[in-house]
């Protein structure tokens, strides 16, 4: 349970919602828990939420679209941004509603993210064996959250493109 601390200023959970939102947008779950540890009342934070909602300065939907482009664009896979949006109180209904459930694409972005891992310079191991490289560029691959198959699929068809 998140700890509520004593409220110490007088601006309204309206107006602290409005800057917060006014840097990114947020997920209904991730405002309520920010207001909560601000010290408003759950009353206070209900209210703010719908008017919000109501007049759409909040919405779920808009969050998650935007969240996906985000992590897209920084190479992660559906996996990862499922978690992510999970952990941020998404539902997985609207999750599947933006997140694309096409492998290919998928195995398109993976190629992307493997490509910039293959052409990143050795940390300081020049002489590193294939079974290395490959197992180096599978760990990145899935910790970025790409499935195993769609990591096989990228090694198996590059394996010749490794690092001399």
Known sequence: MIRQKQRTDDKSAYEVALRLLGSRE???FELRTKLLR???SDSDIIATVARL????YLSDER???AYIRFRLSRGDGPLKIRAQLLKRGIENSLISKFLRNDESFWLTQALAV???????PPV???HRTEQELRSR???RLKN??????IIATVLEGHSDLNQD
């Open 26 to 28: 947020h997920s209904t």
């Open 38 to 40: 601000r010290g408003y």
């Open 53 to 56: 909602t109501s007049q759409d």
């Open 63 to 65: 969050f998650t679209e």
């Open 114 to 120: 493997d490509r910039r891992i293959r052409e990143s």
């Open 124 to 126: 300081s191991e020049p």
């Open 137 to 139: 560029r599978a760990r």
């Open 144 to 149: 970025r959250g790409f499935p195993a198959r």
